[in-house]
C-alpha cells in the first residue's frame, strides 16, 4: 500500500509537468477570444474583435471606426490577421526601428509575429492571402463576419495566449512623409501606409458564455468556468475581503478603546 502510494505520486508530478510543457492540442484553443482593438501609429481607429473557435472552426467578427475611408478613388482596403509566434502583444514606436516614425508591419513583428491566419472576405484565409488586398473590407468603418477552418498553428496562438489580432492601413493625411514616399515591404507596389498597422489588440479568452459580440465582455458572466484565471480573481476577491474583515476588526478594537 504504502509503495504503492510511492510510485503513484511521481506519475502525478511528471503529468502536470508533461500537461504544461506540451503544445496546446488542437481543442485547447475550443472557447471565445476577444480584444480592444487599440490604435498603432496614431491612426485614430478603433475597434474591437472576437474570435470563436468551436472545433477546429471559427466565426471571427472584427468591428473598426475611424480608418482611413478611401485609397485613390476607391475605398480603402484594409488586410487584416490573426498575428502569431512572438509576445502576442502590440508595437509601441519603440519599435519603429528605422526610426522614420511609422512601425511597419515587419517592425511589429517582435512583438505580434508573423501571420497565422488572414481576415479575408472570401477565399483562402492562410498567410498566402496576408496581402491581397482584392479580398480585404474596406472603408473606414465596417463589421466584418466570416466562419472558417482555422488552421492549428492559430489554434495553438489561441491557447498558448500568443495570438493578436491586427487590422492594417493608414491614411497618409496623419502620417508622417514616409507613410507615401516609402514603399511596403510587403506588397512593393503599395505604399508603406496601406500596409502598416492601424489597430492592434491581443486575443484574449472570454469567460464561459461571453461571447455575445456586440456585447462588452466586462459585464460577462464567469459562471461555471474552470480556467485557472477565474480561480485566480476568486482568490484574489478572497484576499480582499478577508483584509477587509481585518481592517473592520480592528476599527471596532480601536473604538472599543475609545
Ligand atoms: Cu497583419
Known amino acids: 500500500m504504502k509503495k504503492k502510494a510511492f510510485l503513484l505520486a511521481p506519475a502525478v508530478a511528471l503529468g502536470l509537468t508533461a500537461m504544461a510543457a506540451a503544445p496546446a492540442m488542437a481543442d485547447h484553443a475550443e472557447g471565445s477570444y476577444s480584444t480592444?482593438?487599440?490604435?498603432?501609429?496614431?491612426?485614430?481607429?478603433?475597434?474591437?474583435?472576437?474570435?470563436?473557435?468551436?472545433?477546429?472552426?471559427?466565426?471571427?467578427?472584427?468591428?473598426?471606426?475611424?480608418?482611413?475611408?478611401t485609397f485613390k478613388d476607391g475605398p480603402y482596403p484594409h488586410v487584416q490577421h490573426v498575428h502569431i509566434g512572438a509576445q502576442g502583444t502590440c508595437p509601441t514606436m519603440a519599435d519603429d526601428a528605422n526610426g522614420d516614425g511609422i512601425i511597419s508591419t515587419p517592425?511589429?513583428?517582435?512583438?505580434?509575429?508573423?501571420?497565422?491566419?488572414?481576415?479575408?472576405?472570401?477565399?483562402?484565409?492562410?498567410?498566402?492571402?496576408?496581402?491581397?488586398?482584392?479580398?480585404?473590407?474596406?472603408?473606414?468603418?465596417?463589421?466584418?463576419?466570416?466562419?472558417?477552418?482555422?488552421?492549428?498553428?492559430?489554434?495553438?496562438?489561441?491557447?498558448?495566449?500568443?495570438?493578436?489580432?491586427?487590422?492594417?492601413?493608414?491614411?497618409?493625411?496623419?502620417?508622417?512623409?514616409?507613410?507615401?514616399?516609402?514603399?511596403?515591404?510587403?506588397?512593393?507596389?503599395?505604399?508603406?501606409?496601406?500596409?502598416?498597422?492601424?489597430?492592434?489588440g491581443p486575443l484574449q479568452m472570454m469567460p464561459a458564455g461571453g461571447a455575445d459580440t456586440g456585447v462588452t465582455s466586462a459585464g460577462a458572466s464567469s459562471a461555471g468556468n474552470d480556467a485557472s484565471e477565474f480561480g485566480m480573481i476568486a482568490l484574489g476577491g478572497g484576499l480582499v475581503a478577508a483584509a477587509g474583515a481585518g481592517y473592520v476588526v480592528r476599527r471596532s478594537v480601536v473604538a472599543g478603546r475609545k
Not at 490604435?39 to 482611413?68: C, H, M, Q
Open 36 to 69: 480592444m482593438l487599440e490604435e498603432v501609429n496614431n491612426s485614430g481607429a478603433s475597434g474591437e474583435a472576437w474570435v470563436d473557435v468551436n472545433g477546429s472552426e471559427a466565426t471571427v467578427t472584427i468591428k473598426t471606426s475611424g480608418l482611413a475611408e
Open 107 to 200: 517592425e511589429g513583428a517582435p512583438a505580434y509575429g508573423s501571420v497565422g491566419t488572414t481576415l479575408s472576405l472570401k477565399g483562402g484565409t492562410g498567410p498566402a492571402a496576408a496581402t491581397d488586398v482584392t479580398v480585404a473590407p474596406s472603408g473606414g468603418s465596417y463589421t466584418y463576419k466570416r466562419t472558417f477552418e482555422l488552421n492549428e498553428k492559430t489554434q495553438d496562438a489561441l491557447a498558448n495566449g500568443t495570438a493578436v489580432a491586427v487590422v492594417h492601413g493608414l491614411n497618409p493625411a496623419n502620417q508622417p512623409a514616409a507613410a507615401t514616399e516609402t514603399m511596403s515591404e510587403l506588397a512593393p507596389e503599395l505604399p508603406l501606409a496601406a500596409t502598416a498597422p492601424a489597430l492592434c
